[in-house]
């Protein structure tokens, strides 16, 4: 039974979107369709278009990455009537999206008037499934591209209708072997989709709630170095529970403070910018629901010995250090990977790097830690003297325990 909502959980949490490049006859990749997908069955199950076209994007862009799916090239999307007159396609930049207008689309006034709207604001439009019917005719002096399927019109009569598509890219759908590529090459298509160059691939990725992107994107916020006391009141003072706690903690009677604070600006300038950087992010550790309390403490007593082990050594910018062994469990803390649980944060490229590929002396002083978390030695290059080790560890250790406790008072 546990094993089975563990699957559930496991299923829950993966998203999946579909992917069939798009060619120029040179071969080179002009883009990607992107295509909804349920399940790692490769084949597409749609009940509700709206639904599916909102999946795929809420997939694309906000849960895996456009550039992971696409990379520089454009990306190909199914669009419905709804959609595009609910002006949801604003959302997106009009330089990375071409918006499918579905074949059975009725072309009316409102919806020409939408398309004139957008064209105007630079966003592009590819008639899908094209058949050289007349229905969707009216809707070609919108579109930048009409994809034909070859499967659905006469191979004899390609040639002689394309010749009445002008100042529109052609786009060959469902070309399945070279014979199919050659004859598309010769009437003159421009870009070509189909099984001969790759059957649609699907692309995972893990959805992490938003609750916890959210606090992640605080404490990132948090251990900028460059956060000055207003910037650190305007990010405490997004989260109404963060400030609630901040205040009742200061307010405490631990902290021995004669006067009582009444706003987070005010507590900034009782307390010093560090304290209550400090304490932020511990109350936003600790609200993880979840998540033990020895995952917190662990972050704590590495982000310290990162801190120490710089200050040791005589390296610059000690708090990057300090955020680097903070943020060394994000993946437990995220139940994903270390990859996609960064993609989602406002960190610096070299802490990213450290966290993921342990470069750079950041990277390196990490390393050092969590060997010796793990082996109780230093096996780095670092070569720091035992005693001098095992004093920042217990020292770490320490403080670590000491604010946990003083936050739980």
């Given at each position: 039974?546990?094993?089975?909502?563990q699957?559930?959980?496991?299923?829950?949490?993966?998203?999946?979107?579909?992917?069939?490049?798009?060619?120029?006859?040179?071969?080179?990749?002009?883009?990607?369709e992107?295509?909804?997908?349920?399940?790692?069955?490769?084949?597409?199950?749609?009940?509700?278009?709206?639904?599916?076209?909102?999946?795929v994007?809420?997939?694309?862009?906000?849960?895996?990455?456009?550039?992971?799916?696409v990379?520089?090239?454009?990306?190909?999307?199914?669009?419905?009537?709804?959609?595009?007159?609910?002006?949801?396609?604003?959302?997106l930049?009009?330089?990375?999206?071409?918006?499918?207008?579905?074949?059975?689309?009725?072309?009316?006034?409102?919806?020409?008037?939408?398309?004139?709207?957008?064209?105007?604001?630079?966003y592009?439009?590819?008639?899908?499934?094209?058949?050289?019917?007349?229905q969707?005719?009216?809707?070609?002096?919108?579109?930048?591209?009409?994809?034909?399927?070859?499967?659905?019109?006469?191979?004899?009569?390609?040639?002689?209708?394309?010749?009445?598509?002008?100042?529109?890219?052609?786009?060959a759908?469902?070309?399945?072997?070279?014979?199919?590529?050659?004859?598309c090459?010769?009437?003159?298509?421009?870009?070509?989709?189909?099984?001969?160059?790759?059957?649609?691939?699907?692309?995972?990725?893990?959805?992490?709630?938003?609750?916890?992107?959210?606090?992640?994107?605080?404490?990132?916020?948090?251990?900028?170095?460059?956060?000055?006391?207003?910037?650190?009141?305007?990010?405490?003072g997004?989260?109404?529970?963060?400030?609630?706690?901040?205040?009742?903690?200061?307010?405490?009677?631990?902290?021995?403070?004669?006067?009582?604070?009444?706003?987070?600006g005010?507590?900034?300038?009782?307390?010093?910018?560090?304290?209550?950087?400090?304490?932020?992010?511990?109350?936003?550790?600790?609200?993880?629901?979840?998540?033990?309390?020895?995952?917190?403490?662990?972050?704590?007593?590495?982000?310290?010995?990162c801190?120490?082990?710089?200050?040791?050594l005589?390296?610059?910018?000690?708090?990057?250090?300090?955020?680097?062994g903070?943020?060394?469990?994000?993946?437990?803390?995220?139940?994903?990977?270390?990859?996609?649980?960064?993609?989602?944060?406002?960190?610096?490229?070299?802490?990213?790097?450290?966290?993921?590929?342990?470069?750079?002396?950041?990277?390196?002083?990490?390393?050092?830690?969590?060997?010796y978390?793990?082996?109780?030695?230093?096996?780095?290059?670092?070569?720091?003297?035992?005693?001098?080790?095992r004093?920042?560890?217990?020292e770490?250790?320490?403080?670590?325990?000491?604010?946990?406790?003083?936050?739980?008072?």
């Amino acid at each position: 039974m546990e094993v089975a909502r563990q699957d559930e959980k496991a299923q829950s949490n993966e998203v999946l979107v579909a992917r069939q490049p798009i060619c120029a006859a040179n071969q080179k990749t002009l883009g990607y369709e992107l295509l909804f997908r349920s399940s790692l069955e490769n084949r597409a199950i749609i009940d509700d278009p709206d639904l599916a076209t909102a999946q795929v994007i809420v997939n694309s862009f906000m849960e895996i990455g456009l550039d992971k799916i696409v990379g520089p090239s454009l990306a190909f999307i199914n669009v419905t009537r709804e959609f595009i007159l609910g002006n949801h396609c604003r959302s997106l930049p009009s330089d990375r999206v071409v918006f499918e207008i579905l074949e059975n689309t009725i072309p009316d006034r409102e919806l020409m008037n939408a398309l004139t709207a957008l064209s105007a604001s630079g966003y592009r439009f590819a008639l899908d499934d094209y058949d050289f019917g007349s229905q969707t005719r009216p809707l070609i002096p919108f579109c930048d591209f009409v994809k034909v399927d070859l499967r659905a019109v006469q191979r004899a009569d390609v040639e002689d209708q394309l010749k009445s598509l002008a100042n529109v890219k052609l786009l060959a759908e469902k070309v399945e072997t070279l014979e199919e590529y050659d004859f598309c090459k010769r009437v003159g298509f421009d870009y070509f989709q189909g099984y001969y160059f790759s059957k649609p691939n699907i692309i995972q990725g893990t959805k992490i709630p938003t609750n916890k992107v959210s606090v992640f994107r605080l404490l990132a916020k948090l251990r900028d170095p460059e956060v000055s006391p207003r910037d650190l009141e305007a990010i405490v003072g997004q989260d109404i529970s963060l400030s609630y706690k901040l205040l009742r903690y200061i307010n405490s009677a631990y902290l021995g403070l004669k006067k009582k604070v009444e706003s987070v600006g005010h507590a900034v300038r009782m307390v010093g910018t560090e304290h209550i950087r400090l304490l932020a992010s511990l109350i936003m550790l600790t609200s993880m629901d979840g998540k033990p309390r020895e995952l917190v403490v662990l972050s704590l007593i590495r982000a310290k010995m990162c801190e120490l082990l710089a200050m040791r050594l005589g390296l610059p910018n000690q708090d990057a250090f300090f955020t680097v062994g903070l943020f060394s469990a994000l993946d437990a803390f995220l139940d994903c990977s270390m990859n996609d649980a960064l993609d989602k944060l406002p960190l610096s490229d070299e802490i990213k790097r450290a966290l993921t590929d342990g470069a750079g002396p950041l990277g390196e002083i990490l390393q050092t830690v969590l060997s010796y978390e793990h082996l109780g030695s230093d096996p780095s290059e670092i070569k720091l003297n035992p005693s001098s080790m095992r004093s920042a560890y217990m020292e770490s250790v320490c403080w670590g325990d000491q604010l946990m406790t003083t936050l739980a008072a």
